[in-house]
C-alpha cells in the first residue's frame, strides 16, 4: 500500500523578504557602527607573516598602530613599537611634514617604514634588498590588511 | 658559421656577466644613506654627518638591533 502524504503548502516568501527589509534594518544600522575596522591581534599578525613569506631578505617586521604601538610583530612587540615609532619621528621631525615612507641603509642591515591610512609598517632585511621591492610588498600587506579589516 | 641559438645563449651570457658586475661594483660602492618621501613624491636624503640624519641612523640602528 503506497503511503502518500498531505502536499506541503507553499509559503509565500515575499512577506518575509520585505519582512527582512523593514524589520532587520535596526541590526544592519548597528553591524555599520561596529564596523571599526579590526586592525588587531590575528590579522596583523597574519600581515606580518604574509609579508616575511612575500620577502625573503626580511629579517624582521612589525605593523603600527596610529600611535606607535605594535599590533603585531615578528619579535617582541613592545621593542618593535617603541623603535618603529622613534623611527618615524625621527623621519617626521627631519622635514617639515610627516613622511609617507622611508629607507635608511646601514652597515648592518636595512630599515624600512611605510605609513597606509592609519597604519604603518616597519621592517629590516638584509643589505643591499632592493627598496622598490619591499616598499611594494610592505604596501602591499597593509592594503590587504585594510581591506580585511573593513 | 655560428648555430643560432649559440649566438643568443652568447648575448644572454653576456647580458648576465654585465648584471654581476653591476651588482658588484653596485655592492662595493654603495655606501650607508636614509632617504625619507613625503607625499607627491618628494625626498629628502640625508648623510651621517646632519643632525636630522645621526638622529635617523640611531633610531634606524635600534630597528635592526630588534630584528635580532
Same mark, same amino acid.
Given at each position: 500500500?503506497?503511503? +502518500? &502524504?498531505?502536499?506541503?503548502?507553499?509559503?509565500?516568501? @515575499?512577506?518575509?523578504?520585505?519582512?527582512?527589509?523593514?524589520? +532587520?534594518?535596526?541590526?544592519?544600522?548597528?553591524?555599520?557602527?561596529?564596523?571599526?575596522?579590526? %586592525? =588587531?591581534?590575528?590579522?596583523?599578525? #597574519?600581515?606580518?607573516?604574509?609579508?616575511?613569506?612575500?620577502?625573503?631578505?626580511?629579517?624582521?617586521?612589525?605593523? !603600527?598602530?596610529?600611535?606607535?604601538?605594535? !599590533?603585531?610583530? #615578528?619579535?617582541?612587540?613592545?621593542?618593535?613599537?617603541?623603535?618603529? =615609532?622613534?623611527?618615524?619621528?625621527?623621519?617626521?621631525?627631519?622635514?617639515?611634514?610627516?613622511? +609617507?615612507? /622611508?629607507?635608511?641603509?646601514?652597515?648592518?642591515?636595512?630599515?624600512?617604514?611605510?605609513?597606509?591610512?592609519?597604519?604603518?609598517?616597519?621592517?629590516?632585511?638584509?643589505?643591499? @634588498? !632592493?627598496?622598490? /621591492?619591499?616598499?611594494?610588498?610592505?604596501?602591499?600587506?597593509? &592594503?590587504? /590588511?585594510? &581591506?580585511?579589516?573593513? | 658559421?655560428?648555430?643560432?641559438? %649559440?649566438?643568443?645563449?652568447? %648575448?644572454?651570457?653576456?647580458?648576465?656577466?654585465?648584471?654581476?658586475?653591476?651588482? $658588484? &661594483?653596485?655592492?662595493?660602492?654603495?655606501?650607508?644613506?636614509?632617504?625619507?618621501?613625503?607625499?607627491?613624491? $618628494? #625626498?629628502?636624503?640625508?648623510?651621517?654627518? +646632519?643632525?636630522?640624519? %645621526?638622529? !635617523?641612523?640611531?633610531?634606524?640602528?635600534? /630597528?635592526?638591533?630588534?630584528?635580532?
Amino acid at each position: 500500500m503506497a503511503r +502518500t &502524504r498531505a502536499p506541503i503548502p507553499q509559503a509565500i516568501t @515575499t512577506a518575509s523578504q520585505d519582512a527582512r527589509s523593514s524589520d +532587520t534594518s535596526y541590526m544592519f544600522a548597528e553591524m555599520a557602527v561596529d564596523a571599526e575596522p579590526d %586592525r =588587531s591581534g590575528a590579522s596583523a599578525q #597574519s600581515a606580518v607573516a604574509r609579508l616575511g613569506e612575500m620577502s625573503p631578505d626580511l629579517r624582521g617586521c612589525a605593523i !603600527l598602530a596610529a600611535d606607535g604601538h605594535a !599590533l603585531a610583530a #615578528s619579535g617582541d612587540a613592545e621593542r618593535w613599537g617603541s623603535a618603529g =615609532s622613534a623611527l618615524l619621528a625621527a623621519a617626521d621631525a627631519a622635514g617639515d611634514e610627516p613622511v +609617507t615612507h /622611508l629607507h635608511v641603509a646601514t652597515e648592518d642591515g636595512e630599515a624600512f617604514a611605510l605609513r597606509h591610512e592609519g597604519l604603518a609598517v616597519v621592517a629590516v632585511a638584509d643589505r643591499f @634588498t !632592493l627598496a622598490s /621591492l619591499m616598499f611594494f610588498d610592505m604596501r602591499a600587506v597593509l &592594503r590587504d /590588511l585594510i &581591506r580585511e579589516a573593513a | 658559421m655560428q648555430k643560432p641559438q %649559440r649566438t643568443i645563449l652568447g %648575448r644572454v651570457s653576456a647580458y648576465a656577466d654585465e648584471a654581476t658586475g653591476f651588482l $658588484r &661594483r653596485r655592492r662595493m660602492t654603495r655606501k650607508p644613506f636614509a632617504r625619507v618621501y613625503h607625499p607627491g613624491g $618628494r #625626498s629628502a636624503a640625508f648623510s651621517s654627518e +646632519t643632525a636630522e640624519g %645621526r638622529r !635617523l641612523f640611531a633610531a634606524a640602528a635600534d /630597528l635592526i638591533d630588534a630584528a635580532g
